[in-house]
């Protein structure tokens, strides 16, 4: 822990798509079963492999680019998609565990790795002035929501209604 103590946090951000890759590892082998016999019979590994690849090449862009510009809007972004969804994440598989009484396949990983690598982020996004403690406590309540909205639907197939066409405007998938 004593090297982490030396890193910038632009430099720490990178950590972020490693503990990512760790706790897809983890998760890969045995989740997609798992959901599809305590969730939903609609998960797939292809379903599991799509959306993860995306999420690990999201972790290493946004990584990639808060590092090269480590700006206060970027960082505050970062946090809330990217990092502090990662901690949701660790209350859902602790919370799937206990519910389901089956070990979710990434409890492990997501105990182990990203409430540390949340914390030493965090501490070093203050310490640099990259974040404030209301800015962290507004983007650790958004990352709540994306992260419930994106389990919602790639995990439990929740289809998000997308609302009715006000009255004279056409649809957006035909003419109206």
């Known amino acids: ?7 910038t946090f632009r430099e720490a951000v990178w950590l972020f798509p490693l503990a990512t890759l760790a706790h897809f590892l983890e998760e890969g082998r045995r989740f997609p079963s798992w959901a599809r016999r305590h969730i939903s019979p609609r998960y797939t590994r292809s379903h599991w492999t799509r959306v993860h690849s995306i999420g690990l090449a999201y972790a290493a862009a946004f990584s990639a680019l808060v590092s090269a510009v480590p700006s206060r809007s970027l960082v505050f972004l970062y946090i809330a998609v990217c ?3 990662s901690v949701f994440n660790t209350l859902l598989h602790v919370g ?3 519910f389901y009484r089956s070990y979710s396949p990434g409890l492990i990983t997501a105990l182990v790795v990203y409430p540390p690598l949340f914390l030493c982020l965090g501490e070093l996004s203050f310490r640099e002035g990259l974040l404030t403690p209301l800015n962290g406590l507004i983007a650790a309540v ?14 439990f197939f929740v289809t998000i209604p ?3 066409p006000m009255e004279g405007y056409p649809s957006a998938g035909g003419s109206g």
């Open 162 to 164: 997308r609302g009715r």
């Open 83 to 85: 990092l502090a969804p």
């Open 96 to 98: 799937a565990t206990a």
């Open 1 to 7: 822990m004593q090297y982490l103590s030396t890193l």
């Open 142 to 155: 958004l990352a709540g929501g994306v992260h419930t909205l994106d389990i919602a639907t790639s995990v």
